[in-house]
């Protein structure tokens, strides 16, 4: 899959929001548009985290109500084999999941809904950037958790992953 990515709202917005996660290697273009604002970009390879949900500059908020403390958020198409596992690792760390299908023709929707997924049903057009985006700005939390459909959250503490969060997370800005 990819890095991951644990940012402040504040932060990524300050690069330049998800158009700083563009180009063919949008990590380093991230940690460059950091390292010039003087902040510093932490990289762990083998996972995705993504702070990007929630009221933002790309996008109308998804929702209505309290703002979730953690998104779960992935693309998905014909995953039915794959996808169960995936958001049962998820349910009791995310607040709530955002499945951006690109055209599933098998029962992937009818999966994630059971789980209690919001799915938005799109388009596979080869652009990966374009439904990541589209998926991201579904998501209403303050952290986005970015996961693949055939990946699980391996977290065996995820109350203190949740404290930790709820910790650095700017509850204070407006």
Do not use: M, Q
């Not at 599933?104 to 057009?125: F, P």
């Not at 709820?166 to 509850?171: F, K, L, Q």
Request: with cysteine.
């Amino acid at each position: 899959s990819g890095p991951s990515l644990a940012l402040r709202r504040a932060t990524l917005e300050a690069l330049g929001g998800l158009g700083a996660l563009r180009g063919p290697d949008p990590v380093t273009g991230l940690a460059r548009a950091a390292a010039a604002e003087g902040r510093t970009l932490v990289v762990a390879e083998g996972s995705y985290l993504h702070h990007g949900g929630g009221p933002a500059p790309w996008g109308p908020d998804p929702g209505t109500g309290p703002r979730p403390f953690v998104s779960a958020c992935l693309i998905t198409r014909d995953e039915e084999r794959n996808l169960a596992r995936c958001l049962a690792s998820v349910e009791g760390f995310a607040d709530e999941i955002v499945v951006h299908d690109t055209g599933s023709r098998d029962r992937t929707v009818k999966i994630a809904r059971a789980h209690g997924a919001t799915v938005a049903e799109g388009r596979w057009d080869g652009d990966f950037a374009r439904a990541r985006n589209e998926a991201l700005a579904r998501c209403r939390g303050e952290w986005v958790l970015w996961i693949a459909a055939d990946d699980a959250l391996a977290c065996p503490d995820r109350a203190a992953v949740r404290r930790w969060l709820a910790a650095v997370s700017p509850h204070d800005e407006g």
